[in-house]
């Protein structure tokens, strides 16, 4: 997901014991693990004026445990439940504490469908977390969309809200009026004609899907067709694009759009290839504000390159592989954002890919507290949660560290495949993906993870430095930005300026609060510290004396 906003979030809470403690995650109703998801179908009538929705989800469930007398589902208030039927036959059900318990015997490995008949109450919403919106001005259509993260499903569909069970599939079914059309994830299996003039698009997924995955837009669109022709699969992969039934549109933004296929191809090389290739890959566009990344269909609001970069590499980092808990959600979102930088490093320029790099140092520097991994004191904060500068900016910038702590880009990129592989259409940690980086390359990360993960802030260095006798003098002194994390160990780039030209890097093991260096240097004129801005830090102060006698 990325949206377009400045979030100028602080997180407090010094979390460094955390790192000791891999495995502490917020509390889950025990409920969760009475039963396992199978299947969801979602049969609902909606159009583009409001968010009114009408209709029923069906769900496959397998019972985990014995002898329990109700079937639990969370659901929103907005959610206004009609009956309840399980396994054909209608039960008793009450709402308490925006949950939906339908009385039922039910027994440990039996699998149960469960009918829930709803109707939504019409909402009006400006938060870009709304689990079903509307607009429409400025230029586009009327639209009704969907946006279930972090944990706003129950605001259209009663369901179960656990990262770590997804749906095995799922069918989403959504009638509207004869002239709209409706988007969402897996293939169009069919539109049906249905009474009063109303068309049934039937889309249907059969890959496993976290629940805030699904979604749906209804609007007038028109439909747009590509390809991407990626390395390791033998047919097309469609790409199937809802635009806005607009003059111009398709024109205006075709470019960028046709861009797609290229991308799907350029992370099919990079990761493994395209994981929902059976299927689809797609656009709804929506006023949202930016984008989310629906499994096969992501619903955004423009066509950027940018944007359709990072909803797209979320395919792999978020939908194909879930953050286990949205304690981790820099899974989802740091290894997305950094999708962007490869982009550019991959089909733009040096230069580009550097400007990205300063760019999201500037945005991970505003926050001088608070960690990339969400304490679960913040979890009810959605800011924090999905903050621009630690979860996205920040989180990036620590996938690009670990990438030069491996220090071999077939290494690194060996890691995320292995890694994808792994854990393909399942969840995982970031000590899951610690441990596999630990595997794979003979590395231990548990200072990195220590300091830069669960650890707050950033590195404030002050560097003196002394040109004396044809020796190179460097004190090094630095503080944390965060209390919580007063010391970083890390290696410091620093590239020599010299009278000669023949300009040097080198790489100074920082270890302490006080470092000092002597090089034989006999040259130097100045010097850039992270020149590459590989690591996020700030430089308050920078002194170079020379005695002037070289």
């Known amino acids: 997901m990325n949206f ?14 955390y790192a000791q403690q891999s495995g502490i995650y917020a509390p889950v109703p025990e409920w969760y693990h009475d039963y396992d998801v199978k299947f969801y179908k979602i049969d609902i009538e909606a159009d583009h004026l409001s968010t009114t929705l009408r209709g029923y989800v069906e769900i496959f469930a397998e019972m985990q445990k014995s002898r329990i007398k109700e ?13 309840i ?10 709402k308490e504490n925006k949950c939906l318990y339908a009385k039922y015997p039910l027994q440990k490995g039996k699998t149960y469908k469960v009918v829930v008949k709803y109707a939504t109450i019409p909402t009006k919403s400006s938060s870009f977390f709304s689990g079903v919106s509307n607009k429409s001005g400025n230029g586009y259509p009327p639209v009704t969309w969907t946006l279930s993260e972090p944990e706003n499903a129950v605001e259209w569909f009663p369901c179960k809200q656990y990262l770590r069970d997804k749906a095995d599939s799922a069918y989403i079914f959504v009638t509207v009026p004869k002239h709209l059309k409706a988007g969402a994830p897996g293939v169009l299996s069919n539109i049906r004609e249905m009474p009063d003039n109303k068309l049934r698009y039937e889309w ?18 028109q439909e747009y067709l590509t390809y991407a022709y990626p390395k390791g699969i033998n047919h097309p992969v469609l790409i199937q694009n809802y635009i806005y039934n607009t003059p111009g549109y398709l024109e205006q933004n075709k470019a960028v759009i ?16 395209y994981p929902f290739a059976e299927e689809k890959y797609g656009h709804c566009v929506a006023p949202m504000g930016g984008g989310m990344e629906h499994q096969t269909m992501t619903t955004l609001s423009e066509f950027s390159t940018s944007l359709v970069t990072h909803e797209l590499s979320h395919q792999w980092f978020g939908d194909l592989v879930t953050c286990a808990t949205w304690q981790d959600v820099w899974m989802n979102e740091g290894f997305a954002s950094y999708s962007e930088y490869l982009t550019l490093e991959q089909l733009d320029t040096k230069e580009e890919a550097l400007n ?12 001088r507290q608070g960690s990339v991994f969400v304490p679960k004191e913040s979890l009810n904060d959605t800011w924090r949660v999905f903050s621009m500068s630690l979860s996205y900016k920040k989180g990036a910038i620590l996938v690009h560290q670990i990438r030069r702590i491996i220090h071999d880009d077939k290494k690194f990129f060996d890691v995320l495949r292995g890694f994808l592989r792994k854990y393909s259409f399942s969840t995982a940690s970031a000590m899951d993906f610690k441990q596999f980086a630990e595997e794979q390359t003979g590395i231990d990360f548990t200072q990195f993870f220590n300091q830069w993960y669960f650890g707050e802030g950033f590195p404030v260095f002050d560097i003196s ?15 944390g930005s965060s209390p919580a994390t007063p010391l970083f160990t890390v290696d410091l780039e620093v590239k020599l300026l010299q009278t000669n030209g023949a300009d040097t890097l080198v790489r100074l093991p920082i270890r302490t609060h006080s470092d000092k260096f002597v090089l034989n240097v006999p040259h130097v004129i100045d010097l850039l510290v992270d020149p590459d801005y590989n690591l996020l830090k700030e430089v308050k102060s920078k002194n170079f004396v020379s005695d002037g006698g070289q």
């Open 4 to 17: 377009f906003f400045r979030c100028l979030t602080v997180c407090l809470f010094p979390v460094w014991g």
């Open 71 to 83: 079937f639990t589902l969370e659901v929103n208030e907005a959610i206004q439940v009609e009956s």
């Open 85 to 94: 039927t399980v396994n054909g036959t209608k039960t008793s059900f009450r």
């Open 204 to 221: 249907k997924t059969r890959y496993p899907v976290a629940y805030y995955l699904l979604s749906f837009a209804v609007s007038d669109y």
């Open 258 to 273: 046709d861009t797609t296929g290229r991308l799907i191809e350029m992370f099919s090389d990079l990761y493994i290839p």
């Open 356 to 367: 990205w790099l300063k760019e999201a140092h500037r945005m991970a520097l505003w926050e």
């Open 465 to 479: 430095a002394q040109l004396a006798n044809g020796q190179l003098t460097l004190l090094v002194e630095h503080q």
